[in-house]
Nanobody, 114 residues
Framework: QVQFVESGGGLVQPGGSLELSCAAA???????MGWYRQVPGKQRELVAA???????NYADSVKGRFAISRDNAKNVVYLQMNSLKPEDTAVYYC?????????WGQGTQVTVSS
């Protein structure tokens, strides 16, 4: 079981920015890393993912506003969130995948509200 340290969540006003980070306490070589989010009563949804080679994938709802990046040497994945909207409010979970094995962070709350 991989342990993660997530940081960067919090309360921000609409239009503001936050950066999330997630460090995997592991020397494993991960393929895809990324972020999902979940609000109460809804399924967890993909926000953004990035392969080890740097290929990215985004949910349509965040394209042009969010940017994902990673540091392969440190096993850290980042999510820069700009132009935040109230509908971005959710618990954000990072993950790291090794083939079919996925490990998840504990989640960090992001609240967008005035």
């Amino acid at each position: 079981q991989v342990q993660f340290v997530e940081s960067g969540g919090g309360l921000v006003q609409p239009g503001g920015s936050l950066e999330l980070s997630c460090a995997a306490a592991s020397t494993s070589i991960f393929g895809t890393m990324g972020w999902y989010r979940q609000v109460p009563g809804k399924q967890r949804e993909l926000v953004a993912a990035i392969t080890r080679g740097g290929v990215t994938n985004y949910a349509d709802s965040v394209k042009g506003r969010f940017a994902i990046s990673r540091d392969n040497a440190k096993n850290v994945v980042y999510l820069q969130m700009n132009s935040l909207k109230p509908e971005d409010t959710a618990v954000y979970y990072c993950y790291a995948a090794q083939s079919t094995k996925w490990d998840w962070g504990q989640g960090t709350q992001v609240t967008v509200s005035s």
